[in-house]
């Protein structure tokens, strides 16, 4: 009799053992993700600041009723403004609107990595040729040329993650919406640059949603 019961308590305590492991492992998570969201808690992470600095226009030809052609060079200024906390932008496109209708092609930045405090410079270029505009907005477009300023929003879309020392979060949308005017004829305020490009200096500061 002792021995079956000397075997049943041999069987069982493997059991016991198993559980104890992964009780510990479980209480041993919970307290590293505790840790972190109490880290992330404190750092309170803000979101990137984005800022338009210059638009050069190489090509803006609203003349072809519902096609606009257009080709830009942009630059673009990104700080990061958090002392603890560093910024993957994993991927980021840059394109023009007008009126909320696309103007331009996307063009995609390269994947960067934004240490804390950092500042990154992009020049990308943006362009669409004979893209299609609805009749409406064709005809405020082509309106507002021949007054001598049109309004656009230069738009980025894109993906970061947060880096808090080891950790790194999942992927964030991040949005940017940055104000651009650009101006014709006497009224132009740009800066002939070459033959045939117009320079716009701005110094207009994005909105950033997450």
Not at 101 to 123: A, C, D, K, M
Request: glycine fraction near 6%.
């Amino acid at each position: 009799m002792s021995g079956s019961k000397d075997c049943g308590d041999h069987h069982k305590s493997p059991r016991k053992k198993f559980r104890r492991v992964i009780t510990c492992i479980l209480i041993l998570l919970l307290i590293i993700l505790i840790t972190i969201l109490l880290i992330w808690a404190i750092l309170r992470p803000s979101k990137p600041n984005f800022t338009l600095l210059d638009t050069t226009v190489y090509a803006f030809n609203a003349t072809t009723v519902n096609f606009l052609t257009s080709n830009f060079q942009i630059t673009v200024r990104s700080q990061n403004p958090n002392d603890a906390i560093g910024i993957y932008y994993d991927r980021l496109d840059v394109y023009a609107t007008y009126r909320d209708q696309e103007i331009t092609l996307r063009t995609r930045f390269p994947p960067t990595y934004q240490g804390h405090n950092e500042v990154n410079i992009w020049s990308p270029i943006i362009y669409g040729t004979m893209v299609p505009i609805s009749p409406e907005y064709s005809v405020a477009l082509g309106a507002e040329q021949m007054a001598g300023s049109v309004f656009l929003v230069i738009k980025i879309d894109g993906r970061l993650r947060w880096k808090v020392g080891t950790f790194v979060t999942g992927r964030y949308h991040i949005h940017a919406r940055c104000p651009a005017y650009i101006t014709f004829g006497e009224q132009s305020d740009g800066v002939l640059v070459g033959e045939n490009a117009v320079k716009f200096q701005f110094y207009s500061r994005c909105s950033v949603s997450l």
